[in-house]
């Protein structure tokens, strides 16, 4: 038996840089992080004591035979992309899928991180991002960028820089205290909204396809937020301010980015004190974020009454396997 525990991401500057489409031309970068919420994706051989060959619990049941019978695109693909066979597997997870936090590329590194573990192979972190980047964009046909399977994979915060021939990832190297403090202003807010990522990315591409300038502005900004935390002499507030001018940006490169609801959330944020945030995701709901000092935190935690708030801390670890128990098996 596998077990993988893989964070997921908390994305802060530079969304929609990270599409193939852009970055291949213009390049692009990304600023973000792993927070202490995961997927966790339990994989065994199914004993042969049974009708059927395969069976997978995630949202739904799946039993099959054979498996080209699975409908569940991801896990369909991934095992025979990996000649996996007869196998159970079941997906767990600390927050809701399509929530805006990554969550099906963290499934897609956790199940690569099993399915490798399972096979007695070692993946490492790059090969699992790389493997998850074509799995979804690929052999699922699924629209969006590629940030979130490496943030998964890799973990803590960094900087991606994406180019022409593929990307890079840089720790962002700041203090602890400087690290915690920003990790303490942070607030997440669930809206209880949830949308798939790809449906939106393909609506939002539509109406983005001449938004090049703000998305080069949003790239640019991602700097500007880098320098603020790895400066020990600036002031950390103005990550937050960065945050809101992003958000701002961010509503013009989409329809689909924001909605009338969301738009209220955020202004009643920001009347209480907030000095920034933003939505996570490819935006239509999920979670927001915010950056408020802990005097104005009780303030907009009372704006925010209407919704669940979820405290977090950074995480560092990137998608790893938590329990390891090898098995012989021999298919039938």
């Known amino acids: 038996m596998i077990i993988t525990k893989t964070p997921f991401r908390m994305s802060f500057f530079g969304g929609g840089t990270d599409m193939y489409s852009f970055f291949s031309e213009n390049g692009g970068a990304i600023l973000s992080t792993t927070f202490d919420k995961y997927c966790y994706v339990i994989v065994r051989h199914l004993p042969p004591f049974f009708e059927y060959k395969t069976e997978l619990s ?7 035979c054979d498996t080209d019978e699975i409908k569940h695109p991801a896990i369909r693909n991934a095992m025979q992309m990996l000649d996996m066979r007869e196998i159970r597997l079941t997906y767990e997870a600390d927050l809701p899928a399509r929530s805006g936090l990554g969550t099906s590329s963290s499934f897609a590194v956790g199940m690569l991180n099993a399915f490798y573990a399972l096979k007695g192979k070692y993946a490492d972190k790059r090969k ?4 998850a980047i074509y799995l979804e964009r690929v052999l699922c046909g699924e629209t969006g960028g590629w940030q979130d399977q490496i943030a998964a994979a890799f973990g803590g915060l960094n900087r991606i820089n994406f180019h022409a021939d593929g990307y890079d990832v840089h720790p962002i190297i700041i203090s602890p205290k400087r690290k915690k403090q920003l990790n303490d202003n942070l607030m997440l807010f669930f809206t209880g ?6 449906d939106m990315h393909k609506v939002n591409d539509v109406t983005a396809k001449n938004k090049t300038a703000q998305l080069l ?7 500007d937020a880098e320098r603020v935390l ?9 990550f937050g301010y960065l945050l809101d001018h992003t958000w ?3 509503r013009q490169t989409g329809s689909n980015i924001s909605t009338d609801s969301i738009d209220d959330l955020y202004e009643r944020g920001i009347k209480a004190g907030a000095l920034g ?3 996570l995701g490819a935006g239509g709901g999920g979670f927001l974020v915010f950056y408020a000092t802990p005097d104005k935190q009780p303030a907009v935690r009372e704006a925010m009454k209407d919704l669940l708030h979820v405290p977090f801390e950074f995480e560092n670890g990137g998608t790893r396997v938590i329990h390891y128990s090898p098995e012989h098996y021999d298919f039938t």
């Not at 995630?58 to 099959?64: A, C």
């Not at 699992?128 to 493997?131: F, M, N, R, S």
């Not at 400066?231 to 103005?238: H, I, Q, T, W």
């Open 58 to 64: 995630y949202s739904k049941t799946e039993r099959v």
């Open 128 to 131: 699992l991002a790389d493997e």
């Open 193 to 198: 909204f949830t949308r798939f990522s790809f």
């Open 217 to 223: 502005e949003m790239m640019d900004l991602v700097d």
């Open 230 to 238: 790895v400066d020990s002499n600036s002031d950390l507030d103005e």
């Open 248 to 250: 701002r940006l961010k």
């Open 277 to 279: 945030g933003k939505l």
